[in-house]
């Protein structure tokens, strides 16, 4: 059963950080490309950053220079640190992993909460 489990979110004021973690199981992990989505209140859910399987990592506009995505593939888990937070980056934050055509899984995504 694959599981992709994302953790801390919260509360940050505008201008914090935070580190948001998904761990995996179920899948092998070194062959998916993994990546975080979000979706805020009354909008679509956009892509934030993603990291292939061998490490190549893309980032909307919006987060490029905030955010960065890594990947430990011996903890089959993933991170997203966000710096300099702003109110627009809240939103629920999604987890997925991507085996380019051969399957597509997603968490339940976590809160993130900024305020001004």
């Known amino acids: 059963q694959v599981q992709l489990v994302e953790s801390g979110g919260g509360l940050v004021q505008a201008g914090g950080s935070l580190r948001l973690s998904c761990a995996a199981s179920?899948?092998?992990?070194?062959?998916?490309?993994m990546g975080w989505y979000r979706q805020a209140p009354g909008k679509q859910r956009e892509l934030v950053a993603s990291?292939?399987?061998?490490?190549?990592?893309t980032y909307a506009d919006s987060a490029k220079g905030r955010f960065t995505i890594s990947r430990e593939n011996a903890k089959n888990t993933v991170h997203l640190q966000m710096n300099s937070l702003k109110p627009e980056d809240t939103a629920v934050y999604y987890c997925?992993?991507?085996?380019?055509?051969?399957?597509?899984?997603w968490g339940k995504g976590t809160l993130v909460t900024v305020s001004s």
């Open positions: 997925t992993a991507d085996f380019r055509g051969l399957g597509n899984y």
């Open positions: 179920g899948i092998i992990f070194s062959n998916a490309d």
């Open positions: 990291i292939t399987s061998s490490g190549r990592t």
